[in-house]
C-alpha cells in the first residue's frame, strides 16, 4: 500500500512560518480526505486540521485556526499545510494521513478521527523554539 510522505519540516522560531507538503505517490489526493495530525513527545497524536476530498470543506483544531491552513494543489498532487505564527507548542512530528476511499463524504466528526485514515505519513518534525 502506498504511504503519503510529509515533508517540509525544520526549525524555525515562534512568530515564523513553515509550510509541509504530503504527497502520495499512487493516490489522487485530489479524490481523498487528507488530514494533518501531530504528535509531541509523550503525547497522544491529536488532529491538526483536515480538508475533504473536493477541497472544499476544512476543519481545524481549535489550537491553530486562524494560524494554519490547508490547500490541494491538484497540479503537483500535494496538500500543503501552513503555518504561520507558529508557537512553542506546535513542536511535534507533523504526520499525514490519506483515506483511502474516494470522493467519500462525511460528517464533520469523522474527520477528526484517526481511525477515519487508512494511510499514515512517517512524519515530519517541527521545532518552533520560543
Known amino acids: 500500500q502506498v504511504q503519503p510522505v510529509e515533508s517540509g519540516g525544520g526549525l524555525v522560531q515562534a512568530g515564523g512560518s513553515l509550510r509541509l507538503a504530503c504527497t502520495a505517490p499512487?493516490?489522487?489526493?485530489?479524490?481523498?480526505?487528507v488530514g494533518w495530525f501531530r504528535q509531541a513527545p509523550g503525547k497522544e497524536r491529536q488532529f491538526v486540521g483536515a480538508?475533504?476530498?473536493?477541497?472544499?470543506?476544512?476543519y481545524y483544531a481549535d489550537s491553530v485556526k486562524g494560524r494554519f491552513t490547508i490547500s490541494k494543489d491538484n497540479a503537483e498532487n500535494a496538500v500543503f499545510l501552513q503555518m504561520n505564527n507558529l508557537k512553542a507548542e506546535d513542536t511535534a512530528v507533523y504526520f499525514c494521513?490519506?483515506?483511502?476511499?474516494?470522493?467519500?463524504?462525511?460528517?464533520?466528526?469523522?474527520?477528526?478521527?484517526?481511525?477515519?485514515?487508512?494511510?499514515w505519513g512517517q512524519g515530519t518534525q517541527v521545532t518552533v523554539s520560543s
Open positions: 494521513a490519506v483515506d483511502k476511499n474516494k470522493r467519500r463524504t462525511y460528517i464533520e466528526a469523522a474527520y477528526y478521527r484517526r481511525s477515519t485514515y487508512a494511510s
Open positions: 499512487g493516490r489522487s489526493l485530489n479524490e481523498v480526505v
Open positions: 480538508v475533504s476530498w473536493g477541497g472544499g470543506i476544512k
